[in-house]
């Protein structure tokens, strides 16, 4: 597991499976105080965190709250999901007083499918012999408008709908930071990957998200995608661009569609193919 800080509000946690992120954000104005207490005030700051998805191995997830100790941050009281696939979802096994918040549509993701997130987890244990202290559990979740905002002390996380990788999830604006929490997209590593789904056209709804994220994305300083290394603004936008490219190829040609420079081994073909299908 890696940390980076991005900005003095903002840890980039990143675990040794899948270059997935976890990211740590506290209310700006928290880091200024000093022993707990507003300069000249005697008063506690308002010192609330987010949790935003979830490394996925155990001992980086028990490592987390000791992390974000050292960082001098406050314990998360909130905990964030992009999306409701297992891997975004593991927060509450670092934390487990604090509460799940999703977009509303992974919620009714989440309760039209109860119990799969937890089902996929145990079999991605079992197939890689991995041992866990607790079983998950997602407790109650609080379903969050998106578009939308969350409050994090006197400041707001900016809530933008992100789908097409799946039918539901949210990307996350921090404002103050500039950092962009993309979930799934924007990955500087892999292709797009299409979701399933028994309505709609997702490819359509994959080049709506990354166009709703242009201006966060021309505005950021930093970008978390859900895999892969965080990249910079201009780097992002081209990540962006090349995303759209191949997916506007892909609606006219199909499997003989181009791959973005970069993304073109046996594994992202792989992907393509799937990609292929589903469209």
């Known amino acids: 597991m890696r940390a980076v800080s991005l900005h ?19 209310a700006p104005g928290a880091a200024q105080a000093g022993d707990g207490e507003q300069a000249g005030t005697g008063q506690a700051p308002s010192a609330e965190a987010f949790a935003i998805d979830s490394p996925v191995l155990p001992e980086e997830l028990e490592l987390l709250s000791t992390l974000v100790g050292q960082a001098g941050f406050p314990v998360p009281r909130g905990l964030l999901a992009t999306h409701a696939d297992w891997d975004h979802l593991l927060g509450p096994l670092a934390f487990a007083d604090a509460t799940l918040g999703c977009a509303e549509s992974s919620a009714a993701r989440l309760h039209a499918q109860p119990g799969a997130a937890q089902r996929e987890l145990r079999r991605f244990d079992e197939e890689l012999h991995i041992e866990r202290p607790r079983s998950l559990s997602l407790g109650s979740l609080q379903a969050l408008a998106v578009p939308g905002r969350c409050d994090i002390g006197d400041a707001e996380l900016e809530l933008h709908p992100a789908t097409g990788h799946t039918a539901d999830g949210m990307a996350v ?58 990249i910079d603004g201009p780097g992002a936008l081209r990540v962006l661009d090349e995303d759209a490219a191949y997916l506007r190829d892909l609606s006219v040609r199909g499997a003989e569609a181009e791959l973005p420079r970069g993304r073109r081994s046996q594994v992202q073909r792989e992907l393509h193919a799937q990609n292929t299908e589903r469209v």
């Open 8 to 26: 003095r509000d903002v840890i980039v946690v990143t675990s040794q499976l899948f270059q997935a992120h976890c990211t740590i954000v506290r």
């Open 173 to 230: 604006w921090i404002s103050w930071a500039r950092v962009l929490v993309a979930g799934d997209y924007l990955s500087p590593v892999e292709l797009p990957m299409l979701g399933e789904t028994e309505g709609g056209n997702m490819l359509d709804a994959y080049l709506a998200t990354l166009e709703r994220l242009r201006p966060l994305v021309r505005a950021a300083e930093h970008v978390v995608p859900g895999h892969g290394p965080v």
